[in-house]
DNA sequence: GCCTAGGTCCCGTTA
DNA sequence: TAACGGGGCCTAGGC
């Protein structure tokens, strides 16, 4: 059970009988050769010879990689069922899954390259600056956005979706704010706009407000927003992060 | 020029001294190693160690893969800048673009195997089944959506976007569609009522119908179709691909 | 450059 | 299970 192995095979038999043997394992796999590739499920594709990457993961997710690009121009998600054959002059993988049954079938006339790797990685990936940062923030600091701000409930669920925070003005009024960690657009302002509808139809209208919470809008977007009677905030990611840095340091300084 | 080498290095300095040489060049890279990673662009991150899988393409498209789920857990598009030292303890790997600034560094701790691979793939990429396959068929015949209707443009710019078939019933009443290749949700009814709202706004609101063409409608989209007086009709990517297929044989009956 | 919209989007969360 | 929204989404097409 070494932990890296790697063959340069001289015949596709030989490819084929390397593959078998280690293709139901857990590891990640990795040939490179030239394919052809048909794929069929929620759309259909097909791609005729070229000299591609094949990376089977440990999950048996699936990707075919071109020489360039940052996406796969086929795959197949995690737990894919894979099976392989050897044809006549070629060595055929087919990665299938269900819901929704889709197929991929690999077809290839050469191969150059297999690496097998046993590797292990059980790191935490961190994640900052998306918009759970920017909630989080104003939880702990309803000023950033304006004075005398209360928050009331996050995540708020109703008829037509979900509010993303929502509180009380220093004058008894509702504020719906909707969060967006980037420039936003008229989706976000209309995404406000029927959140304030559904509310002020209960609370009455002029009890409540609406603020679009972003770094930017686009131009657009504003003379909509301002069309429909809503509020413009700038807030960024960045902003959100140091309040919450902020507020760590605080919370640590308590002990 | 060998099409293919591969190395499995005893030392760090033998990684760098070899990854170094060919780093720039245009050919796809692998490597497979343990390392941390740090990124900071539109968002940040950060992974502690782990043994991952890096590929660098011709176009200096990066990704990083861990052994297991369809994402790459960190990467860099097309056209980044790498860049490569040897640190005390580590290879440091830094890629970087502009517009938007990002930067990916990572620092490898252990590296297991480089693989370089000169391959070439210059295939056309074919995919039937998408949104584009519908909107032929429905120009190639209209009656499939409904009879007597006439397509007078598709893919009309408007205002506020696009609107995907534009045509003209029996009655001489404007038809707006809005494609979904898949189940469609509220995000297209709302598209579709926006595009209602403008023509209806130039040509008057009763001269002006909406449809949404997709398989199937989510069932709380489908309440505020009907709320919003819009209508919906079933039409799949393979009903189109028969009409497509149907025609180019009476296309080619002709000659 | 900005903006719009599609994608075999993938993925996580929740009713 | 379906529905909904986020994403460093990426990518292509217009203007």
Partial sequence: MEKITTVVPKSLEEAYTFLKSRIHERMVIIVVGNCRVEYEGRAASRISEGERILIIKKDKAVLLHRPFGYEPINWQPSSSIVSISL??????????????????????????????????????????GCEKDMQEAIVLEPEAIEDGLNILEVEKKISCGVIDVYGMDKDGRIVIMELKKDK???????????????????????RVRGILVAPDVKSDAFKLLKELNLEFKRFTPKMARRIIRKHKVKTIDKY
């Fill in 87 to 128: 044809q006549k002059d070629s060595v055929r993988m087919d990665f299938i899954r269900d819901r929704p049954h889709e197929v991929l079938r690999l077809e290839f006339r050469d191969i150059f390259f297999i690496g097998c790797y046993r590797i292990e990685d059980h790191a935490v990936f961190e994640m900052y």
């Fill in 184 to 206: 936003a657009g008229k989706e976000a302002v209309l995404q406000l706009k029927r959140y304030v509808n559904v509310i002020g139809r209960e609370l009455g209208k002029n």
